[in-house]
């Protein structure tokens, strides 16, 4: 009885010791807000497909919304794409208790950035950077209703 109890001991405090390093899944609907205005800008849907991390543009939070508006700031395949459906992240895989290796794209700017997302605050928020070399943006989402 006394080795099943130490047993059970060691395997708690191994899982709760290891438990900071899992990533928290992003997966949900998130508000965008913009880091210039700290507005909302849209609702992004952060969706696991095939083991790595994407979101698409749900819905745009500004006055008269963006349908019938494409990304022409874009490059390649997104060229000429609707705004309202766009994959902006995509490729992210978990790496300790954050996903990288992505990229996320700005519509706005047709640019895109190295990606990094880690969910915070016990899932209230997501913490989104892009990267273009050692320079980073940092915007915080929130949770979407």
């Not at 997966?27 to 609702?43: F, H």
């Not at 745009?60 to 766009?86: F, N, T, Y």
Request: proline share 3%; net charge positive; hydrophobic share 35%.
């Amino acid at each position: 009885m006394k080795k099943i109890a130490f047993v059970a001991v060691v395997l708690g405090a191994l899982l709760f010791a290891t438990a900071h390093v899992w990533a928290a899944s992003p997966a949900g609907k998130w508000k965008n807000i913009d880091d210039e205005t700290g507005k909302a800008k849209s609702i992004i849907e952060v969706y696991e497909q095939n083991g790595k991390i994407y979101g698409k543009i749900l819905e745009s939070l500004k006055p008269g919304g963006a349908k019938g508006e494409v990304c022409d700031k874009c490059e390649g395949a997104d060229k000429g794409k609707p705004i309202i459906g766009l994959v902006i992240v995509k490729g992210l895989t978990a790496d300790g208790d954050q996903y990288t290796g992505g990229t996320i794209t700005d519509p706005n700017k047709g640019k895109t950035y190295k990606c990094k997302m880690k969910v915070i605050e016990g899932g209230k928020k997501l913490q989104v950077s892009g990267c273009i070399s050692f320079l980073c943006r940092k915007q915080i989402w929130l949770k979407a209703d």
